[in-house]
T-cell receptor
Framework: AQKVTQAQTEISVVEKEDVTLDCVYE???????LFWYKQPPSGELVFLIR??????QNEISGRYSWNFQKSTSSFNFTITASQVVDSAVYFC????????????????FGKGTLLTVNP | GAVVSQHPSWVICKSGTSVKIECRSL??????MFWYRQFPKQSLMLMAT?????????EQGVEKDKFLINHASLTLSTLTVTSAHPEDSSFYIC???????FGSGTRLTVV
């Protein structure tokens, strides 16, 4: 069975601090996908990144960066120079392997980390 | 890019009534859509997989007679919460197309 663990329930930082959100996953699949989503108070899920299990390159997008380490089954997310607008719940998610010819992902979510960025 | 539209955004209903939530794939045909439920301050849990032209597949513990799913076209799946009760109050959200593009969600409150 698949499992995603986000050990940090809540994190509070002051604006401009860097913050790292941890994500550890468990899966028996050799091919899988990892995701991060942002959920602001309004509720919608904002897609941030999708990472293939074969691609262990770290990725940077503006103030966001992701560190994927297959050896430790971790996919951590760092926000550099945090801003108040970054305040939200962040979810890490794992997909099961796609069936042959399939293109749809069924996701297993972690419990989320509530990030509060104070001015 | 691909857009998933969900309607309504929020609904309040009386206990015992039924509520229908729509999930539309606006510019892409979606043979499969997923329905998730999120209770306050909790994670998202998959409820069911909606398959166009066939029966939905429900996750363990989800009552299929209570949560009716209809996927009659390649762009529309509906979730009907029948005989709603206060414990059904939750945030319902669908995904479509690729499975990781989500609608905006529906906040259901049963009073």
């Amino acid at each position: 069975a698949q499992k995603v663990t986000q050990a940090q329930t809540e994190i509070s930082v002051v604006e401009k601090e860097d913050v790292t959100l941890d994500c550890v996953y468990e899966t028996r699949d050799t091919t899988y996908y990892l995701f991060w989503y942002k959920q602001p108070p309004s509720g919608e899920l904002v897609f941030l990144i999708r990472r293939n299990s074969f691609d262990e390159q770290n990725e940077i997008s503006g103030r966001y960066s992701w560190n994927f380490q297959k050896s430790t089954s971790s996919f951590n997310f760092t926000i550099t120079a945090s801003q108040v607008v970054d305040s939200a719940v962040y979810f890490c998610a794992l997909s099961e392997a796609r069936s042959s010819g399939g293109s749809n992902y069924k996701l297993t979510f972690g419990k989320g980390t509530l990030l509060t960025v104070n001015p | 890019g691909a857009v998933v539209s969900q309607h309504p955004s929020w609904v309040i209903c009386k206990s015992g009534t039924s509520v229908k939530i729509e999930c539309r794939s606006l510019d892409f045909q979606a043979t499969t859509m997923f329905w998730y439920r999120q209770f306050p301050k909790q994670s998202l849990m998959l409820m069911a997989t909606s398959n166009e032209g066939s029966k939905a597949t429900y996750e363990q513990g989800v009552e299929k007679d209570k949560f009716l799913i209809n996927h009659a076209s390649l762009t529309l799946s509906t979730l009907t919460v029948t005989s709603a009760h206060p414990e059904d109050s939750s945030f319902y959200i669908c995904s479509a197309i690729d499975g990781y593009t989500f609608g905006s969600g529906t906040r259901l409150t049963v009073v």
